[in-house]
């Protein structure tokens, strides 16, 4: 996906020895405001990935959230904070399922496979979101009308999958080749792959998936002797 997205920060209530609240009911309060809030991010993926991002208005989500429009007010700034939160949450989930799966792993054709895999097993499952980050990524552009989440954004993704290509060839098992090139080539392919899944739901999402392990595998790998030069 375009980018990794950290926590956006720890959600507290109103504290203070004149609120009449005690300590103990204080994290009550916190819970309830983070389920409101995950039940309107839910419905603002909903929204979007059905009427498309220019067509989401706040009203509309609010309608489909079942709550007023000033209880998304209450939790969110406006549009803009809305969507940043809702992009950071489908992250959060994502990236828990995909690091789940690769705890243990050793190697980078282990990493390959699973980052690659478990990726694609959690959008199959979650269609509505990748319909609504689609939206998102395309449409959605700061003040100055940029993109918010245009190529820049996914700079710590990349530094990270540049770094396991390194790792893999300090310890020998890849060859030899820039290995931002191959991030950046390796997170366009996963790109492209949802992209064209979105617009043929008949193709084999995770036969695709497959080819893209197989192919990187074999172009990051390190070549055994006996295989002599390459071809041109």
């Known amino acids: 996906m375009r980018s990794e997205i950290g926590p956006s920060g720890q959600l507290g209530g109103t ?52 709550v007023s429009k000033g209880v998304i007010s209450y939790h969110f700034a406006g549009k803009s ?12 989930a994502l990236g828990s399922f995909v690091q789940s799966r690769l705890a243990g ?65 300090r310890s020998g098992e890849l060859r030899a080749f820039d290995p931002r090139v191959m991030a950046v080539s390796l997170q366009a392919a996963i790109d492209n792959m949802f992209a064209y899944w979105s617009a043929h739901p008949e193709h084999d999402l995770a036969a695709h998936a497959r080819e893209l392990i197989d192919l990187f595998r074999h172009a990051t790998r390190a070549r055994p002797e006996s295989d002599g030069p390459a071809a041109p």
């Open 81 to 92: 904070e809305l969507i940043e939160r809702t992009v950071e949450q489908v992250y959060e």
């Open 15 to 66: 504290t203070g020895g004149t609120s009449g609240k005690t300590a103990g009911a204080e994290p009550q309060r916190s819970l309830i405001e983070k389920v409101r809030r995950a039940q309107i991010i839910e419905a603002a993926i909903e929204v979007i990935a059905e009427r498309g991002f220019a067509k989401a208005s706040m009203a509309q989500i609010a309608q489909r959230a079942g």
């Open 105 to 169: 792993q050793s190697g980078t054709a282990a990493w390959l496979g699973v980052y690659i895999g478990s990726i694609a097993s959690y959008m199959a499952d979650h269609r509505t979101q990748l319909a609504a980050l689609g939206e998102i990524f395309v449409h959605f552009r700061t003040d100055d009308g940029q993109l918010r989440y245009g190529i820049e954004s996914s700079e710590p993704l990349y530094a990270h999958v540049e770094e396991v290509f390194r790792e893999g060839q």
